[in-house]
């Protein structure tokens, strides 16, 4: 084996690939070459004597393994690197189970649960114990189990613990722990061990038989650990198990980059490395290779102001580069327009692939306005690691109640909605629904209405049920002709009780449930606003299913090759780099979340985040935030995230709205004060409010088909030439008026959004000059 590889570092990492005299701990910044460390690091050990099954290199996903251990193929070649033990957290665990199920009761073939049969096996334990999932929802009590497992509580630990049973019964779910200690019985009696079991029973086995641990200690003479700062309590625990005595270990990571403790991890584990293991080595990858100087440096600047952290100076060597560009928008619908038409501008300036953008959103619901924009600019794009907005699970069942409400024979929405939420009409009675409409070549909305006539086989309290159901979609549809779609689809919503349902517990899943809801009734306030504003009269419920039917059909087709804009939570981007990356939502309790407001700890976690959004950015970064944004279908306004003003201006690229160390402009500095004028309104329930006018009728002497150079409306005089704000789509100026009365219209060519003609007794915009 050559060790000419080893030129190929700078001096940091050669120094942190050649040590291994004890502990050491790799602080990799973003873009610092990390893998690159790791790969040469267990080369170099092979090359010093150590066999490939003495080394344990432990990951996080099977990706970075296999990536890992085809480089080390490419050094020391496939037969050496074939025997390394080398995998995630999980797969490296589930193999020493196997050989040493024995020592815990179980047979070496366990079955491994996925989230999916442990769910299933929860909610069978809740139906055995009389307990309303209403009440326990699934999803939360595995939530709940899977906390106690990486925190190492067995069931008999968790009963003991005053402070998780009092939790408990604060959530109405004081029986948790009785469902705790069945389930774990119930995977004992099945041989099955779910994924969180994999990591607890080896910490188990260790624990109880020292024998063991000392064997496996003999075999793993050199720990090496990736991304140490997404460890949990139980990893940290294991590994402290293994390497606690010989200290031959070395983990690598970034704390600027811990960004997952809703899933368990603790920073600690890497901010007190040093400490646990007394004699370490601290070496520090402050190279960035990836971007530009004035990227990393606004990075730094925006780090810096986190008090729980590693010190490090990240720097580049590669071009300075452009100012972080930091734009302001009046709304939610103007920053998709102003992202969308930089993507054009930098596609035309430097010839860039559609692939070479990336925009990246603390929610996902955030993604709904990119998408729409995108679709209508023509521009492919793809969502990283999550479903289209229209593709979500419960997007899907608001719209399937929709389309049954417009038309009852739909069968796959009929079925969709039927038992959701559970209203007791299950399976079985489907079944002969299905049966009877298809013996009788009808529909099944159709049997539901007459069960009698099609001679439905069902006891009366089912009877009642279906009645019932029958009875909220007939009150739905008699609203069809006389309410808009905003109106009667958030009654829906309320009424189904699907609102009721997602907000049943708290949990990250369930709040992401919650915002996708909330997006898709801001969509139905846009869908009928927009529409009256320019004089269409077609924004019935039929209407709104018809225009995001062919949103909906697109999403299909999203899987077919080509370059595409890249759309994405920021925690999704992690580990990925773009060319040109869009941070955009860039708004108090937005970005940081308001849920970070009054922990310091969290909001430093917030803090990390929007760190690791800015340092996906190769060549281009920018920053959006929007004054105004819908919430349940209700404007609100808003501020610039805190974060903003932790990057030095220095390395920012400012609007003059912005009001981050510059001046601000008199039309900006009006919007403003109206904005402090208004009350900020709080957060609504899902109700059909009248469609806000901020215009009354137009009085003019003009004729119907004249246009005019100005008109006279409630707010004033309104000329050709004059500027105005928008509500939704920014600033813009008026090329044309013409009509008179409840028709007069203005043509206006906006900044961002092009032109639009605008019905004026539904114009939702204020005259600046």
Request: net charge neutral; hydrophobic share 35%.
């Amino acid at each position: 084996m050559q060790d000419n590889y080893l030129e190929e570092l700078n001096e940091s990492q050669r120094a942190a690939v050649l040590y291994n005299d004890g502990p050491s701990l790799v602080i990799a910044g973003a873009g610092s070459g990390k893998t690159r460390v790791l790969t040469y690091k267990i080369a170099w050990l092979l090359s010093s004597g150590y066999r490939a099954s003495n080394i344990l290199a432990l990951t996080f996903t099977n990706k970075a393994a296999r990536e890992m251990k085809e480089r080390i193929a490419r050094q020391v070649g496939a037969e050496a690197a074939r025997y390394l033990w080398m995998g995630t957290f999980h797969s490296v665990f589930a193999r020493i189970l196997r050989a040493e199920a024995e020592h815990l009761g179980f047979n070496s073939r366990f079955t491994i649960y996925d989230s999916a049969d442990s769910k299933s096996l929860i909610r069978s334990i809740l139906k055995e114990m009389g307990l309303d999932e209403k009440a326990y929802k699934p999803g939360t009590v595995q939530a709940r189990i899977s906390n106690a497992k990486n925190h190492l509580v067995s069931p008999a630990g968790y009963a003991a613990n005053k402070e998780a049973c009092e939790a408990d019964a604060a959530t109405k779910m004081p029986a948790i722990r009785e469902v705790y200690q069945r389930y774990w019985e119930r995977c004992r009696q099945a041989g099955a061990m779910d994924f969180d079991d994999l990591l607890f029973y080896t910490w188990i086995l260790f624990q109880k038989h020292p024998d063991v641990l000392a064997r496996y200690r003999e075999q793993f003479r050199y720990v090496l650990v990736d991304e140490y700062q997404d460890t949990n309590y139980a990893q940290h625990s294991i590994v402290q198990q293994l390497a606690g005595e010989h200290q031959h270990i070395c983990v690598v990571g970034d704390d600027a980059q811990s960004i997952y403790s809703f899933r368990g991890a603790d920073i600690d584990n890497i901010l007190y490395f040093t400490k646990i293991y007394p004699n370490t080595r601290v070496f520090k990858l402050e190279q960035n290779y990836r971007s530009t100087q004035t990227i990393v440096c606004a990075a730094n600047s925006l780090i810096e102001k986190n008090q729980r952290q590693i010190r490090k100076e990240v720097f580049s060597e590669k071009e300075r580069g452009e100012a972080i560009g930091v734009f302001q928008a009046y709304s939610d619908v103007e920053e998709g327009d102003i992202v969308i038409n930089k993507i054009k501008d930098l596609r035309r300036r430097h010839d860039y692939e559609y692939s070479d953008f990336a925009i990246l959103y603390r929610t996902n619901a955030q993604s709904r306005i990119f998408e729409e924009t995108l679709r209508k600019n023509g521009m492919p794009y793809k969502i990283y690691g999550g479903l289209s907005f229209y593709q979500r699970k419960e997007i899907k069942d608001v719209v399937a109640y929709f389309r049954v409400t417009v038309n009852p024979a739909d069968e796959e929405a009929f079925k969709r909605i039927i038992n959701y939420p559970a209203r007791g009409i299950g399976d079985t009675t489907l079944g002969k629904i299905i049966e009877a409409a298809t013996g009788n070549n009808t529909s099944l909305w159709n049997v539901l209405c007459d069960p009698l006539a099609y001679q439905l086989s069902i006891n009366k309290g089912t009877h009642t049920k279906l009645q019932e159901f029958r009875e909220l979609i007939e009150s739905f549809r008699d609203r069809l002709v006389t309410d808009n779609a905003y109106q009667i689809g958030t009654d829906i919503i309320r009424r189904s009780g699907i609102m009721t349902d997602i907000h049943a517990d708290n949990s990250p899943e369930s709040l992401s449930r919650q915002e996708n809801i909330e997006e898709l009734v801001n969509g139905l306030q846009d869908f009928c606003a927009l529409r009256m504003e320019e004089g269409s009269t077609d924004i019935s419920l039929s209407d709104y299913l018809s225009d995001i039917a062919l949103l909906t059909d697109q999403d299909s087709d999203k899987d077919n090759e080509g370059a595409k804009v890249v759309l994405m939570t920021v925690h999704s981007a992690k580990g990925l780099e773009f060319r040109n990356v869009f941070v955009v939502g860039m708004e108090e309790n937005l970005f940081p979340g308001s849920m970070a407001g009054d922990s310091p700890r969290a909001m430093e976690e917030e803090r990390r985040l929007f760190y690791v959004a800015i340092t996906r950015a190769e060549e281009h970064c920018y920053l959006s935030y929007a004054r105004t944004r819908f919430r349940y279908g209700k404007m609100e306004f808003g501020t610039p995230s805190r974060f903003l003003r932790d990057i030095d201006t220095c390395f920012l690229d400012l609007p003059h709205e912005a009001g981050i160390g510059h001046k601000v402009d008199e039309g900006a500095a009006r919007f403003r004060k109206e904005e402090v004028r208004q009350q900020i309104r709080p957060r609504a329930q899902v109700i059909a409010p009248t469609l806000p006018r901020n215009l009354k009728k137009v009085a003019n002497s003009s004729t119907e088909n004249q246009s005019a150079q100005s008109m006279q409306t409630s707010l004033g005089e309104l000329r050709v030439g004059q500027n105005i704000q928008h509500e939704r789509f920014g600033m813009g100026e008026v090329t044309k008026l013409e009509g008179s009365g409840d028709n007069a219209k203005a043509t206006i060519r906006f900044r961002h959004a092009g032109e639009k003609q605008l019905l004026l007794r539904f114009a939702r915009f204020t005259v600046i000059d």
